[in-house]
Every structure is written in structure tokens, then in C-alpha cells.
């Protein structure tokens, strides 16, 4: 690329790869600290409308929530873990009542091969009693999470 006096002919200078790549490199450099400047930025000014309402941001982004300590929003919290949690306790009172239900139609399947193979007799009466203790662990997560 260097001429015989040992210097790069201008017009080459514009057509390098080298030098494009470089200059789109410190392109892509300045505009990374300009969106890293502008978070910085929305940041502090998130922060200092959150410090204004007294609340803190959430979690699931619907705004500020009160603070902690205000007894209503305190309330309304408690109600809606409540809610959440009778609602999950339900879900997993069916879960278990299902499972339970699926571990008894494995028994009956095994007792069934039991029944017409003599030879690994053992084994599915095992794996038959397997279902049925799986299903007895259901039906008591089941009691527990329904009451």
C-alpha cells in the first residue's frame, strides 16, 4: 500500500477497510456513551419524581407505590397477597387431586400387567405400589392445601 518515497497516496487513504472500520467503531463507541449518558439521566429524573410522590418505584412497573408505612396501601398489599396465596392454595389442591388420580390409573394398569405377565409379576406390583404411595402424598398434599 505505501508508495516508493514510504507514504499512502491520498486517494487510497479514503478506500482502506481498515480505517472505515475504525471510524464506524468510534461512531458506535460515541453513541454508546451518549445512550449510557441518557439512562444516567432518565434515571435521576425517575428518582427524583419517585422522591417527590414519597413512594418507591415497583416492581411490575405500574408507577410509584405508596410507602410501606401508610397503613392503607399496607392493607391493600396484604389483601391482594391474601388473594394470591388462596388462589395459588387452590390451584395446588387440584394439581395434587389430579396427580393423585393419574397415579391410581397407573396402579390399576400395573396390577392389570401384573395380572397377565407372570414372569415380571414383581416388578409391576412394585411399580403398582410405587403409584399408589405417590397417590397417598397427593391426596394428603391435597388435604392440606384445600382446608
Known sequence: MAS???QQPAARAHDDPSSA????AVAALARSHEVRAQGRRQLQETRAR???VGGRPSAAG???VPKADEPTARAVDLDRQIQRARNSRARL??????????EDLVAAI????ADRDPRHVGQYRQAA??????ARRAREIQRHTAG
Open 4 to 6: 516508493q518515497r514510504g
Open 110 to 113: 400395573h396390577d392389570r400387567l
Open 129 to 134: 405400589d410405587h403409584a399408589r404411595q405417590a
Open 93 to 102: 389442591a387440584q394439581m395434587a387431586a389430579d396427580l393423585a388420580e393419574t
Open 62 to 64: 405500574g408507577g410509584p
Open 21 to 24: 472500520a475504525d471510524s464506524r
Open 50 to 52: 419517585v422522591a417527590e
